[in-house]
């Protein structure tokens, strides 16, 4: 079954952009097939994508990439189900009536939030839309520095925390100058190790252990 997907926050530059990237990459390169859907208007990620382009060649980039405006997103998500795992949305800032249709057509809404009062103010708009519509959610705290006060107390107010964090590191951004993800750029780095952390641990939200069964006996039953 397709899972969508919907990366969202209020608050402008928390790193939805990043984050959105980053996720389809790292999902991509463990063999799931991704569509991305940019329905931000200012169309950050269709600039990265056609970067990608550049680099890789059309339709070589790896992930199906498509940008329209957020009121068209339920057909679109109907078209790129039959053909994909993955649905990754990337959402403008403000809890607009697109994002919000984003959000209604998401399995899973990932908010990224920075460690800092008016990103965790923020934050609550969105998380009330998901309890609204009862869609799970996972904050991923992003630009975290490594013990700090702030990021303790801030979490104390949130729920749904994921796990892995992701840190301050140039690299997230740097890559996406050349169409990539840091993933593709600096496999080996700390960042590259903190969204693949991420991405598996967001995966686990879909885990369905009578799929995994089922696929483990077809496994079985595969001559040696
Ligand atoms: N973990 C990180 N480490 C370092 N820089 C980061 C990180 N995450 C995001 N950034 C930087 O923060 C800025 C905002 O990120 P991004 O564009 O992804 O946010 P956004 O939520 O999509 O913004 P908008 O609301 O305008 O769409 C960018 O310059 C990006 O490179
Ligand atoms: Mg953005």
Do not use: C
């Amino acid at each position: 079954m397709t899972k969508v997907v919907t990366i969202a926050q209020q608050k402008g530059g928390a790193g939805k952009t990043t984050l959105a990237i980053h996720l389809a990459v790292a999902w991509s390169q463990r063999g799931k097939r991704v569509a991305v859907i940019d329905i931000d208007p200012q169309g950050s990620l269709t600039h990265w994508h056609a970067i990608r382009e550049e680099r890789f060649g059309q339709g070589y980039t790896g992930i199906n990439f498509s940008n329209l405006s957020g009121w068209r997103v339920g057909s679109e998500i109907s078209r790129l189900k039959r053909t994909h795992d993955i649905i990754v949305i990337d959402s403008p800032p403000h809890t607009e009536t697109e994002a919000r249709t984003a959000i209604r057509h998401a399995d899973l809404i990932v908010l990224p939030v920075q460690p800092s009062p008016t990103d965790l103010w923020a934050t609550k708009a969105t998380v009330d839309l998901a309890n609204g519509e009862k869609i799970p959610y996972r904050i991923v705290l992003n630009r975290v520095s490594p013990h700090s006060k702030i990021v303790e107390s801030i979490s104390k107010q949130l729920e749904n925390i994921a796990e892995s964090p992701l840190g301050n590191r140039v690299a997230f951004a740097a890559s996406l100058l050349e169409g990539r993800a840091v993933t593709e750029t600096q496999p080996k780095s700390p960042a590259a190790r903190e969204i693949k952390l991420l991405a598996e641990e967001l995966l686990e939200v879909f885990a369905d252990p009578e799929e995994e069964a089922a696929e483990a006996r077809e496994r079985e039953m595969e001559p040696a």
